[in-house]
């Protein structure tokens, strides 16, 4: 943006750890493009240390560049593309910081929700341009390589251990996550990587790695172990922080803490950058005797909601090369989460996430009502209609429209979904649904009711679109997928 127009929003620094930095960024850009505000101040960076004294906005003696660590020029493009535009200001200090690490937080969350549509929202854009400044690439290349190639490691382990146990409450912490890590059954064949703020650890590195071996048969390799003295010395938090992110980032599988930031990060910033739903990544505090396998793209904090295939919206149906990518979104209010959304690429002939909303595999989170929306596109409109729990079909209702219930004690027994307008002469509306205690997928399409023989609670949905030469499946040629 060639002006500035409207006051610039901004802080001097934020004084938490490197992610929840990141997030404060992201808050800022939220706050600006919520108030319609163009110019944000770029914060410094702040070297952190768990523990220190003070809070997020503290005067600090030193802090450094964000050029020094990310491309400059990456983030000014992500904010041309959204309307914003960097300015340097000492005099703008509009922002607490921790309000905007909250905001930023709050903003993950909800863009999480939406699924694969999300990743062409400011939120996963701006996570897809924060690359490392050429400063620090070539270390970060050059370390990775020794880990991952070198070293042949393939998992690395995000060590969340409060710091402020005792070392004997931080031995029973550390000996809970190493059975766990033990209980997947190939990660004892290959060396570790811990990623943690190793000098804030209540219990020493080298009794860890004895216990992890001893009692374990775990292999630990640390940051310091593969550092020299001179580069540790020289490095800051931010560096090492830095380093520890990039590398558990590359890894074929990792396992974090859904209560930490960082290992959030990770998944998300993962799922940003390839665009896809992150596989192998597990945590470590889940209330099994094992890992818990992620499949949230690391927007959640709860290990109950991290690991509900809720938020992976598995197609019911495979897309098809003629299925066509229109700019769509289907919401719903699924028992026992909440809302969720589902939305398709905002341009057309993108590709983007499947409008699935539910899962066939989560029993007694059943639909209880849903609203589907297809943007303004010329001759294309969508209606649709439920079977509520008393056996009735509600009236039809058009794009964006609420139809069934917000309570989680009701559930929907059948769908009807149809295109209206003329481009319903020349495209089919196909949808598929599961019941609940089934994972019999039933479609059907044009508007014929979706429901199960003995009208069980919708537990899935999966709504595409196809052009009308022959491939459409009708009642009398229902589909039965079992997943």
Excluded at 160 to 166: A, G, K, M
């Amino acid at each position: 943006m060639s002006a500035i127009m409207s006051t610039p929003i901004g802080y001097s620094h934020c004084n938490l750890d490197l992610s929840n930095q990141k997030l404060a960024l992201l808050g800022l850009v939220q706050t600006a493009l919520d108030r319609g505000v163009h110019a944000i101040r770029l914060p410094a960076l702040a070297p952190f240390v768990s523990g220190a004294p003070g809070n997020a906005g503290s005067p600090l003696a030193e802090t450094c560049p964000f050029a020094d660590y990310y491309d400059l020029d990456a983030l000014k493009r992500f904010m041309r593309i959204f309307g914003l535009e960097l300015i340097e200001d000492p005099e703008t200090n509009t922002e607490e910081p921790y309000g905007s690490f909250m905001t930023g937080a709050s903003a993950v969350g909800l863009s999480g929700a939406r699924g694969l549509g999300a990743l062409y929202g400011h939120v996963c854009q701006f996570f897809s341009h924060l690359i490392p400044s050429i400063r620090v690439a070539e270390t970060l290349a050059t370390f990775r390589k020794e880990v991952y190639d070198s070293l042949a490691i393939k998992t690395a382990l995000h060590l969340c251990i409060d710091t402020d146990l005792s070392e004997e409450a931080g031995i029973v912490a550390c000996e809970t996550i190493l059975r766990k890590v033990q209980s997947w059954p190939t990660l004892a064949e290959t060396p570790i990587y811990v990623a943690c703020e190793e000098q804030t650890l209540p219990v020493s590195k080298e009794k860890i790695r004895q216990m992890a071996r001893n009692g374990y048969g775990l292999d630990l390799v640390w940051k310091s172990d593969l550092l020299t003295g001179q580069a540790l010395a020289a490095w800051n938090s931010l560096d090492l922080s830095l380093l520890d992110f990039e590398t558990a980032l590359a890894a074929s599988l990792f396992i974090g803490n859904s209560h930490s930031t960082f290992s959030n990060l990770v998944s998300f910033e993962k799922f940003c950058r390839d665009r896809t739903n992150i596989q192998n990544h597990a945590i470590h505090n889940g209330q099994e005797a094992t890992l818990t396998q992620r499949r949230d793209n690391g927007v959640e904090c709860d290990p109950i909601l991290v690991a509900t295939s809720l938020l992976q919206r598995l197609p019911l149906v495979p897309l098809g090369t003629h299925d066509c990518r229109w700019p769509a979104a289907i919401h719903a209010h699924v028992a026992g989460f909440g809302d969720m959304e589902s939305t398709t690429a905002p341009v057309p002939g993108l590709a983007g996430g499947d409008l699935v909303v539910g899962s066939p595999r989560d029993d007694g989170r059943w639909i209880c009502g849903i609203a589907i929306a297809i943007e303004e596109i010329a001759g294309i409109a969508i209606e649709y209609r439920v079977l509520d729990d008393t056996g009735q079909w509600s009236d039809w209702v058009a794009n964006g429209a609420f139809a069934g219930y917000h309570s989680d004690h009701r559930a929907l027994r059948g769908v009807a979904i149809r295109l209206a307008g003329p481009a319903a002469l020349h495209y089919d509306c196909l949808y598929g649904a599961t019941f609940a205690e089934s994972d019999t997928c039933i479609m059907r399409a044009n508007g014929e009711a979706c429901q199960s023989p003995d009208q069980r609670a919708v537990t899935c949905l999966h709504v595409l679109f196809r052009p009308a030469f022959g491939a459409c499946p009708r009642a009398s040629r229902s589909m039965p997928t079992i997943l």
